[in-house]
């Protein structure tokens, strides 16, 4: 959960939540819940002052959760501060809810616009690239005098960086559809280097065509005309042609790519690069949820191989394990790696790379956002048991300490204080929502005796504990579960929410059902059921915002 502004603190009421429908119900659905609402808080059905006065409070709830289909459009684009917003006194209530949405989208594209004026999403790259051969393959100098030979600081490995690259580039949005770009780019290598710097300007006719001219300077100056076109459903192009102009003259270059969708998952590229370097590619891509392959053939300059790339994505861990064997002209290649993502903007992903003639490497790299930081590290010239060991090895361990001992504790620290900004700033707003599900469940004890007892005489649905919050453990063998302080008992209102002894509950958070509250904000909440079907015990839990159908057979226990 990430908290960054006091405007995102505040917690919204979800309508939906509080009838019980899905987004896209019906009129007759909400109807249907608003009478059901009603009949529960209706004032007129309550004779006790005190019942009555809480009555109104939530039967006013009731109806502002249901609105007619003008402010339901309002409040589908942009919640409840969107019903509370100044500004709207535009929409007319004789407008029908696609004009409504309609004069939204507007409004939120001329906003879109604005911000996009000042943004220019900066983008970075920096590559260090660090000699470490010396680790495994240190040089032998015959000529060392005797005297350095017992030197320890002349026997110390020797670490260089061998060569570092540093790119960047900022967007500066002209309109919705033109945009102009600069970068530049900064090497060296081994003493010598070089930059240059790009201007580019796009613009996008739609979502299935654009075109770009970029300008080079640098090492030559050059100009490029580059586009991109959707042909059919299942093809597009891309391509372009570039002119260099050097002292000889000018070199032209082109390049082309088709790609065709092959099916849902699979994509096929034919490229064809021309001028002083040319070769002629084919690829097919087939990611999937949790695999992705590739595979690659390569003729031309400077070199021609065949590459097979398979990637094991595993989601709930963030994680994606990575293998790839490359073979060509310039030798062969094995590479294996992981990526695992660290935070909510940030990847760290290493690799190890065995090859002929190249030897063992290890590559780190870090994304941030849109910044990129990569270390290649070349740690041996041959193929030898211990670079590979070792870079295998040294990256998972520090990767775990560092992780245990640093970022976790951290994050930790960082989550309890947005928490606690949270609750503070929700305070009062939580004490009334506690004090209004109080209320809601006072009311609900006719409504909940009479389902109970049609549900018990037919042997049908009866709930015998329900509660929600943020619980610790699952359920035990005896049906009762390890739970924090921070839970509250829903039995009532989830027992009125049976009908013909079946109970449905919608994909949105449960605090905003009818009788329920947010004990825990912040944290991760559950909702614990134990209900008897025709006088069989049953027992679920399911997270906040999942859905629930009750009865079902996978829910039975043991218990007798």
Known sequence: MDIDSDEENVVEEDFYSFLNVPKEATKEEINNAYRRLSRMYHPDKHIDPALKAKAEIMFNKTKRAYEDPHKRAIYDSLGTKGLETEGWEIVQ???????????YEQLAEERAERKKKQATNPTGNITIAVNATDLFNPYDDELYDDEFENDFISNMPNIEVSSMQFTQSVDFPLTQKDTCTLSGQLQTQNGTGGGGVNLSWRHIFSHKSWTEVELTAGSGPAISFKGFRTLTKRFFWNGGTILQFTPEGIRPGIMSTLAMQIDKHSVGYVSYHGGIRSLFSTQIIRDTENNRYNFSIQVGLPHSFVLVQYTRKMMNQELKLKIAVKAGTFGGVVEYGAEKKISKHSNLSFAVVCGVPAGVKLKIRLTRASQTYSFPIHLCEEIMPAPIFYATVVPLVVYIVVKKGLVEPLLKEEKSKKVEKQKQDNYNKLLEKRREAMAAQELM??????????????????????????????????????????????????????????????????????????????????????????????????????????????????VT
């Not at 209530?93 to 004069?103: D, F, L, S, V």
């Not at 944290?523 to 015990?537: G, V």
């Open 445 to 558: 004890m006719a409504t909940y005796n009479r389902i109970r007892e049609e549900e018990n005489n037919k042997k049908g649905l009866v709930i015998i504990k329900a509660i929600y919050g943020r619980i610790v453990a699952g359920p035990s063998n005896q049906g009762d579960i390890e739970m924090s302080n921070e839970v509250i008992d829903v039995t009532v209102p989830i027992q009125c929410l049976v009908k013909d002894s079946k109970l449905v509950i919608h994909d949105r958070t449960k605090s905003e059902l009818p009788g329920f509250f947010d004990p825990a904000l912040g944290e991760e909440k559950m909702l614990h059921i134990i209900y008897n079907y025709h006088d069989q015990p049953h027992e679920v839990t399911v997270a906040d915002n999942e859905p629930l159908r009750l009865p079902k057979t996978s829910h039975r226990t043991n």
């Open 93 to 103: 209530r004789t407008k029908t809810p696609a004009e409504i949405r309609a004069e």
